[in-house]
Structure formats: structure tokens, C-alpha cells
């Protein structure tokens, strides 16, 4: 796993942690902001696998879906879990960065980040990346912790003032985009943009 351009310490844990990759409160209000049909999807930041596998089980099998995520480390264990429970296909896992993706431009009707901004090196970049690779009419859905959430049993470098606020966020997004909307709760924030 990478935090902001360095490798750091953390051995990838199956899905299920409410403070690693994400939990069911998380889960539910993405699935609200979700379309209901996406024919290809992105997700940036693949960590523990739980946004892939939540997507792989709502969107099914005509869905393709990439992911990415610097860490090697990261994405072998992503495929392993993949594998085990037989929703591999379809799905293609890269290594690389949301500050510069090797896609086309407007190749994803769907984007999803989720918690991972804190990890990015350049906010703006990685926003203004995910935002290229969207086709118009697309949708983007980004969920980070609040510096508030330096309070959760998170380990190694998560500290306030590594997570970026969520108005924030929201004030760099409005900057590259006309159609964002923010939810925050005590400890997170989504971002949902259409482009
Ligand atoms: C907390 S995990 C994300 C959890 C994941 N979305 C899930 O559902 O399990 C953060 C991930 O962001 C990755 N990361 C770090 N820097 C990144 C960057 N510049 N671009 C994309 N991913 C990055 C890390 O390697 C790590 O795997």
C-alpha cells in the first residue's frame, strides 16, 4: 500500500473492516448514488478490494471494470480474494496512480474512489485525471475520511493532518467541475459529480 508516494506497511486484510477499505454505512449511501446500470467502471485506489467486490456484486457480469493502485502488493492481493470468490472476470487490475491513468479519455461511465484521496499525492491532479477519463454524462463518486477520522484505530501514518477537509475537497472540485454535490457525515465525506 501507498501513502502520499511511499510504500507503507500494511498487510492487506480480507474484506469486512468497517475502518479498512469501507463499511456498511459507507457501502449504503454509495449504493444510493449509484447508477443503475454502468458498462464500464474504474475504480481508483483497489487497497483491500472491498469497493471492487461491493461493485462486482451490485453491477454483475456484463459490467467491465478496471482498477488501479501503485501497490503491486495491493493488487495480488485484490486477485487473490477476486479468485476466491469467482468474480474475477471481467475485471482487470493495473498497477499506477490516479495523478496520471493510462486510459483514454472519456472511457468510464462510472468512477469510484473511495477512501483514498488522503493517499493521493496531488488532490487536484488525481481529480482532475479521474475527471478525464469520465465520458460525459458519466459518474463520479468519491468517499474520504475527514481529519476527524485520525481518531480511528487506523495505524501507521494516518494523522489530522494528512486527510484533506471536506470543504476542501469540495472547493478544488468545484474548481474543475460545474456538477458536484457533497454529503459529509461526523466522520466522511462523498463527493458525487456528473460530468
Ligand atoms: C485505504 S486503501 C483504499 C481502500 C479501497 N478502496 C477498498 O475499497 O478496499 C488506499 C489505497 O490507495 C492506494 N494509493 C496510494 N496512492 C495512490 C495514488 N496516487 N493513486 C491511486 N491509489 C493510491 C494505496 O496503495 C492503497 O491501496
Do not use: C
Amino acid at each position: 500500500m501507498y501513502f502520499k508516494g511511499k510504500k507503507m506497511h500494511v498487510v492487506p486484510k480480507a474484506e469486512g473492516h468497517e475502518h479498512f477499505g469501507h463499511g456498511q454505512e459507507i457501502k449504503d449511501e454509495l449504493a444510493k448514488r449509484f447508477p443503475q446500470t454502468a458498462k464500464r467502471i474504474l475504480d481508483v485506489g483497489t487497497g483491500f478490494g472491498s469497493n471492487l467486490i461491493f461493485l462486482k456484486h451490485l453491477y454483475g457480469k456484463p459490467t467491465l471494470m478496471w482498477s488501479i493502485d501503485p501497490s503491486q502488493d495491493t493488487l495480488a492481493n485484490a486477485e487473490r480474494l477476486l479468485k476466491e470468490k469467482g468474480l474475477s472476470e471481467g475485471v482487470t487490475l493495473l498497477k499506477g496512480n490516479a495523478e496520471k491513468m493510462p486510459f483514454d479519455d472519456g472511457f468510464f461511465d462510472l468512477i469510484t474512489s473511495v477512501m483514498v484521496l488522503h493517499h493521493t499525492v496531488d488532490v487536484p491532479a488525481s481529480f482532475r485525471e479521474m475527471y478525464r477519463v469520465l465520458e460525459k454524462g458519466g459518474t463520479l463518486i468519491i468517499a474520504d475520511w475527514k481529519p476527524e477520522a485520525h481518531t480511528l484505530p487506523f495505524k501507521d501514518h494516518h494523522h489530522e493532518k494528512d486527510f484533506v477537509s471536506a470543504t476542501k475537497t469540495e472547493q478544488i472540485f468545484r474548481g474543475l467541475a460545474e456538477d458536484v454535490k457533497l454529503s459529509e457525515w461526523p466522520l466522511w465525506y462523498l463527493l458525487k459529480v456528473r460530468k
